[in-house]
Structure formats: C-alpha cells, structure tokens
C-alpha cells in the first residue's frame, strides 16, 4: 500500500498526481514484463472457491437459522398461492431446470388462474434468472446466426447439431428466419416430451430439414456417431447443471470426434447468480425432484475446458446483468502425421 499524504479524492488528478503515476506506471511494467501463467482450473471442481461455495449450497442451513425459516415460508408459499402462476406450477411438475421450464421462459408471457396468479407468474418471468436467460437466447442466436453465416462463407455445408436442445426454440427460431432451405439440423434431448414439443413446432415452421431426436449428451460415444456430421455444434444451457467436471470433459469429448475440423462450437456458462442461495434452499431439479443447487463455473475453468477438448475460443458476449455468457469457439484442425521414408518403405 502506498499512501500519498496531502492527497484527497481523485488520486490521478492531484497536484502532485506524477507520484502515483509514476508507481502505477512501474507496477504494470512489472506486471506486463513476464508471460501471464493462468492457473490450471479443470479439477476447479473438487477443489477451490466456487466447490466451497457448492458445498456451503448443498448443506442443511443451521436449524435455528433465521435464513432456513425463511426459505421454509417462501418454499411453502410457492407450493400453494404459487400454483396459481402457470410457470410456477410447471417447474413444480417437470423442474424449474427443465427444458419445458426454458421454453416457457423464452415466450415470456404471463399465465395463470385468476389476476392474481398472472400477477405471480409476471413477477416469476422477470426475476433476474430469467431476465438473464431471455438475454442468453438473443446473444445465442445471434452467435448463430454469425455460424451459419461464417461456415457459408468458408463454402462449406451448414450442418447443425445441439446436444441438449430442449424444444429447440431459440434454434428453430433462427432457422426459420433464414433465406437458405439446404440447412440440416439435428435437436436432441434427453426428454421425449421436449423432442415431441420440438417436432411439432420444427413443423409448425416448415423446416424439413430438422431432425428431432432423443439422445444423451454426456454420452460420448453416442456424440461420436451424430449423422450427419455437423460443421456446428451448440451446447446451451447443460453444462451449469452439473457440478462435476468428468461428464463435461467426455460430452466436449464426443463433441470433438463428432464435429468436421474448423468446426464451430456454441457453448454457454454461468460464471454468476444473483440467486444461488434462493435457488438452492427453495427450487427442484428435473432429475430426481431434489433441490436444484448449482455449482458455479469461472469463465476461465469453462474456457480451459473447451480448450483441452481441442477448440479456439473465437468471441463471448454477455448479458446485461453479468449471469450468462455465450462463447463460440472453432475445433482446432488435427495435426498431419508423416511417417519418415524409411518407415513409409518399410510398410510397403
């Protein structure tokens, strides 16, 4: 710490502001006169601050705990005068992490029984999660949208595929506003009521061209064999789900062998929330019906990830409140293995 007697507010503009300046001056010279060493974050997940902060989330508040009394009201209230609101009641019934649960964010309109249950249900869509998410779609697309636009350009065939789709909205979205009909799209989701929901809307658009499927996206083998190999590749949404690294590596793995080389990959993270705590002493899942406690991701830990799966982050954009990020990264092209002469001679 250095403290410059005399000064009073705005240290750089001071009468003697060259003193600062000049400390500030050899401190970044110093800091920029050695190569940056970031460190290592793919085991983030058994070992750091954003684990403890999961741990912390997932404990039993104390029992005399004025926090755990109440999240107990708040849970009770939505379970009751909260059914009123369509959305509500629907992440009661299938998750509040679902796919149904993001699509019917994505149309943003209120529903319920009664005023009073729109009433609920508008305050519910525009908390800050779901303002977030709604900012997520735009940004989605438009990273989209920038894909297709880019993998045209390189004269290559568009072939999408997103692992984890849901209904697939945000993407049959896009799609549709497109002028090209020979784009060839594969949504799959684990979900059959998601898969359905995404066919009957792909036909509700026209688009031929898509192919609503149930799969698993941590299933590295199934990901291998996507047909027809897609040239882009999105991840939306999935990834924050889940507090382990391991699934995520072998999902990016399969994404790796799956995608054709300079291949584009989508891929969203959570590097904050407003609501953590909320979210995890009061929601549920779509998994078991537990609660939905959420580990976060750096976006450097998110970042390596992807860059150990063999991909060139490309261009990130943000949402307003800091929440969400979307990130298109290019699959780096194979190295080319020449045999020496010798070796080549040998095998012939």
């Not at 019917?104 to 009073?116: K, M, S």
């Not at 290559?156 to 784009?183: F, K, N, S, T, W």
């Not at 300079?262 to 953590?276: A, E, F, R, S």
């Not at 949402?319 to 080319?336: C, H, M, N, Q, W």
């Amino acid at each position: 710490m250095h403290v410059f007697p005399g000064f009073l507010h705005d240290t750089f503009n001071e009468r003697d502001n060259h003193l600062p300046i000049a400390m500030a001056r050899q401190f970044i010279r110093d800091a920029f006169a050695y190569p940056a060493r970031p460190p290592c974050l793919l085991s983030a997940d058994r070992d750091g601050p954003t684990y403890r902060e999961y741990q912390a989330l997932a404990a039993p508040l104390p029992r005399w705990s004025p926090r755990r009394f109440g999240y107990a009201v708040t849970r009770a209230l939505l379970a009751t005068i909260g059914r009123l609101s369509d959305g509500v009641r629907l992440g009661w019934r299938r998750g509040f992490d679902s796919g149904a649960m993001l699509d019917y964010v994505y149309r943003d309109r209120a529903a319920g029984f009664t005023p009073l249950g729109r009433l609920i249900d508008r305050a519910y869509l525009d908390s800050p999660g779901w303002r977030g998410i709604r900012s997520r779609r735009r940004q989605l697309q438009s990273l989209l949208s920038r894909a297709i636009m880019t993998v045209g350009i390189e004269g290559r065939p568009v072939r999408i595929a997103d692992i984890a789709a849901g209904p697939g909205r945000y993407v049959l979205e896009v799609l549709a506003r497109r002028p090209e009909r020979d784009i060839v799209a594969v949504l799959a989701d684990r979900d059959a009521g998601n898969v359905e929901a995404g066919r009957r809307l792909a036909r509700e658009l026209d688009l031929d061209g898509v192919r609503c499927v149930q799969g698993d996206a941590f299933d590295a083998e199934q990901l291998c064999r996507l047909s027809p190999r897609p040239t882009i590749a999105i991840v939306s949404g999935l990834y924050e789900l889940f507090p382990d690294n391991a699934p995520v590596e072998a999902s990016l793995a399969g994404l790796t062998e799956a995608l054709e080389d300079g291949g584009y990959l989508i891929y969203t993270n959570q590097p904050w929330h407003p609501q953590l705590d909320f979210i995890a002493r009061v929601l549920t899942n779509h998994r078991d019906g537990g609660r939905w406690v959420m580990r976060r991701r750096s976006q450097a830990e998110m970042d390596q990830l992807v860059a150990a799966a063999g991909f060139d982050k490309v261009d990130m954009t943000v949402d307003e409140g800091g929440i969400f990020t979307v990130s298109l990264a290019r699959k780096r092209p194979r190295p080319v293995v020449v045999l020496p002469t010798s070796l080549s001679a040998a095998a012939v």
